[in-house]
């Protein structure tokens, strides 16, 4: 969603481009660990003490 706002760059508009720009490359990298963690987590087991019985 956040790309669409750079395809509708006018001269008129009153976004801070500059910050929408930082808001998507913060969300690309929060995603992108997320995954990474989701991943690991499922392939690897990093997390093994949470999986604990009682």
């Known amino acids: 969603m956040m790309p669409m706002f750079l395809l509708f760059k006018t001269s008129k508009a009153k976004y801070d481009y500059n910050s929408?720009?930082?808001a998507?490359?913060?969300a690309?990298?929060?995603i992108l660990?997320?995954?990474?963690?989701?991943l690991?987590?499922?392939f690897y087991n990093i997390t093994p003490q949470l999986y604990y019985k009682i």
């Open 28 to 30: 690309l990298i929060l």
């Open 20 to 22: 929408v720009k930082y």
């Open 33 to 38: 660990a997320s995954s990474e963690l989701s």
């Open 40 to 42: 690991l987590h499922r």
């Open 24 to 26: 998507i490359v913060v």
